[in-house]
């Protein structure tokens, strides 16, 4: 059976590290659920651009929005604390399994990890959107896999070697779903059964990089708790979900699951208009079909015959 996480009455204190200041990080209650409905696809389509090449103007409405929703009371599900707290309450223990109240959900280390992280940014871009009132806003992703050319012949040996990376990651270790996505995770699991190549590395190394070092837990980035609260999170996991989605054109056997036991797990977010929605696995497979594309960009890690 599939995971599902739509016990909000019953989040708790999450474990946090031993020297982490106390946060509950469950989000406001409420009594109402609704399904989630996939956008009509006549919504304003979301260009999602690599942060690098975004203008000026772009970086001051994404300022702007990120303002408005840090300006927002805590306990509006919109805050930026709120979302912020999203990533705490799914990642250290704050949501047990619907039926097995013994047992974590976790969504790292398993073939959940990318649809919950899709529909993690979907949400927060959505309320930035309203916000400010453009339902064309995007988001930007951080496109960590593409060098800036070398200087001197360590960063060339280093560009070459992180580009070998890359390839090994999404496409040579990659061939088959469970490579890429990571393992089955169902109903009544333990977590951590196994992550996919690409969340391993190079998305757990990245986080670790932009945790701060001087605090006691790597905080912001390098922590679960944490990591939401710094805004390159967002940026770090649109260039993610990004890769997922190059990843699905490079043939073979490089295909989503057709597991229901993937395709029907639940997890639940408020949306823009602040009502608790669930949402399915299966419903973030197409991310044309939740209205949003990325720049097209340059894969230098990618083979020219493929
Ligand atoms: Cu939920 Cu990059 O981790």
């Known amino acids: 059976a599939p995971v599902t996480a739509l016990d909000l009455s019953k989040c708790r204190v999450a474990d946090l590290p031993a020297s982490a200041k ?3 990080c469950c989000p406001p209650k409420t009594n109402k659920i609704i399904e989630f409905k996939l ?21 001051a409405k994404f300022s702007k929005a990120l303002q408005l929703m840090k300006s927002l009371p805590d306990d509006d599900p919109r805050s930026f604390k709120q979302q912020s707290n999203i990533h705490c309450a799914y990642c250290d223990g704050a949501y047990h399994q619907v039926g097995f109240p013994g047992t974590e959900l976790q969504v790292h280390d398993s073939w959940i990890f990318f649809p919950f992280h899709r529909f993690y940014l979907y949400f ?33 040996k280093q560009k070459s070697r992180n580009l070998t990376i890359m390839y090994r990651q999404v496409v040579s270790g990659g061939k088959m779903p469970r490579l890429f996505l990571g393992s089955s995770y169902c109903a009544g ?40 609260w710094d805004p390159i999170f967002y940026g770090h996991h649109a260039n993610v ?33 602040v009502q608790l929605v669930s949402v399915k696995v299966k419903e973030s497979l197409d991310h044309r079909k939740l209205v949003y594309v990325y720049q097209d960009m340059q894969i230098p890690w990618m083979p020219i015959d493929l």
Not at 128 to 146: H, K, M, R, V
Not at 215 to 226: A, V
Request: with cysteine; proline share 10%.
């Open 22 to 24: 106390p946060t509950n």
């Open 39 to 59: 956008p009509p696809p006549s919504n304003i389509l979301r260009v999602r651009p690599a942060a690098h090449l975004a203008n000026e103007e772009y970086i």
């Open 124 to 156: 927060f871009e959505k309320i930035l959107g309203t916000l400010l009132d453009d339902p064309a806003f995007a988001i930007l992703f951080w496109n960590w896999d593409s060098p800036t050319d070398p200087k001197n012949v360590d960063e060339e």
């Open 189 to 228: 699991d333990d977590p951590d059964l196994g992550a996919g190549s690409l969340e391993n590395i190079p998305h757990g190394p990245v986080h670790i990089c932009c945790g701060d070092r001087t605090q006691p837990n790597l905080e912001d980035m390098g922590n679960f708790y944490s990591a939401g």
């Open 241 to 273: 979900d990004r890769i997922w989605t190059v990843w699905k054109t490079l043939g073979g056997k490089r295909n989503d699951f057709k597991d229901p036991d993937w395709l029907n797990s639940e997890f639940i977010f408020y949306d823009e208009n």
